[in-house]
């Protein structure tokens, strides 16, 4: 079921509160990130991505639309605001990562990746920034031979961290590959993902892999990032 829906303060467009990011004030007036909207108090919401915020915060319309909505003119805006977003969205997907590894939804290493790819058991491919092509390639070819799709451009991931990353976020060594066996878990990985990679947007060299399979930060943002990387849910 969708949750109450939230307008954006920059761009007044109305959308889930999901797929928006929080921002609140605090005691000292300063303002900051709430990812997981737990904080108290009133909150502003923007849908915009980080290069949008930044544009909004040179023209003066962020703190504007700040003060209106937080009814005050006493704020001050962190000039790190977008980076601080941009890491509570990647610990939020590498911890939603997390919770599906200890629940047992995520497999590692090529060779069992592999397995469950030609099983028709795999939902989502991940890989570390530094993989390789090649390595990464053999996989999503056993996906689209697993499920029955070759010739499409199912794909997997390359997120835009290495391996030490990816590695921490699992609690394992030397991660470069990962594969998400539950649709479920897989839905709530990629909708994770999506909210941050989004935000931050394409950026430069951000993937070891070619263009046939480089990651989603290469997709349009006006879809889900991870739409052609995920098993559709039956």
Known sequence: MTDAVRTCILSREESPREGLIRLVLSPEGEVLPDIRAKAPGRGAWISVDKAGLTASRDKGKLKGALSRSFRTGEIRIPDDLEDRIAAQLQRAALDRLGLEAKAGYVVIGAER????ARSGRLHLLLHASDA??????KLAQAWRVGSDREGSALKGLTLPVSRTILSLALGRENVVHAGLIDARAAQRTSEALDRWLHFIGPEPDPVS???ESQGA??????VPLTTNIIEELE
């Not at 990746?113 to 469950?116: H, P, R, T």
């Not at 930060?217 to 006006?222: C, G, Y």
């Open 217 to 222: 930060s290469a997709l349009p943002s006006a």
């Open 113 to 116: 990746i592999e397995k469950a």
């Open 132 to 137: 390789r092509d090649d390595g990464s390639r």
């Open 209 to 211: 892999c070619d263009s």
